[in-house]
């Protein structure tokens, strides 16, 4: 069993590895530790790794009889916002890889799916789908800044963490309403014919 250090090869992407020094010697292992930073975010529409920003790849590399077993870490810091609030959320991703890489005239190769087993092209294997997949499943679908963010104020839309406990506006249900104008249009009336009733005869009498 080998252990050794793969050469960082001038790569199309920075997910792509060389792996001809890995050999094909089952049982041969060689880390791979690099850092890459791609030109567009991966994650998802509220949080993601931003684009431009380190991605750390921590991973162990084995040749198996079909291809080669990738298994490690990948880690970056991610940027998103809050689905209720909108805040700003910072934090960070650390996910568990494993993926098999089948050799291109394995049986692997010859009796799977492109899409689900990755396959080896020219001593070449490309990890970008592979962390996309995995940090797009680890980060939450509805990240939040807190887990009872109280969101925003319907009607202002102010934070509602922000705002006093107290906040709300004054909403009468239309019908209320309209029933609140018959009230104060009648209330005069009301009262001064009550006032005259009520006055008319103790004086007369
Ligand atoms: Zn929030
Ligand atoms: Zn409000």
């Known amino acids: 069993m080998s252990d050794q250090r793969l050469r960082t090869h001038s790569a199309v992407t920075p997910f792509v590895l060389d792996i001809r020094s ?5 049982g041969s292992m060689a880390q791979v530790h690099r850092t ?25 590399l084995e040749a198996v009889a079909e291809g080669v077993l990738v298994t490690g870490t990948v880690s970056g810091d991610t ?8 805040e700003p ?15 291109p005239d394995s049986v692997t190769d010859q ?37 009872d963010c109280r969101g925003l104020c319907p009607d202002c839309g102010v934070r509602l963490d922000n ?28 009262d001064g014919d009550a006032a005259a009733t009520d006055t008319g005869p103790d004086t007369s009498r």
């Open 79 to 86: 940027a998103g916002q809050c689905a209720r609030c909108l």
């Open 36 to 60: 890459v930073s791609v030109d567009r975010s991966i994650g998802l529409d509220l949080i993601a790794i931003p684009s431009d920003s380190d991605i750390d790849l921590d991973l162990r």
């Open 89 to 103: 959320l910072g934090g960070t991703v650390n996910v568990f890889l494993t993926e098999l890489f089948a050799y």
């Open 163 to 190: 705002a006093d406990p107290e906040h709300h506006h004054e909403k009468i249900d239309p019908r209320w309403a309209a029933l609140q104008d018959l009230v104060t249009d009648g209330d005069p009336a009301t």
């Open 111 to 147: 009796t799977t799916d492109a899409d689900d087993i990755h396959r080896i092209s020219d001593d070449q294997l490309d990890l970008e789908q592979a962390v996309i997949d995995a940090v797009g499943l680890d980060l939450p679908m509805v990240p939040l800044c807190r887990d």
């Open 22 to 26: 890995l050999g094909r010697r089952a």
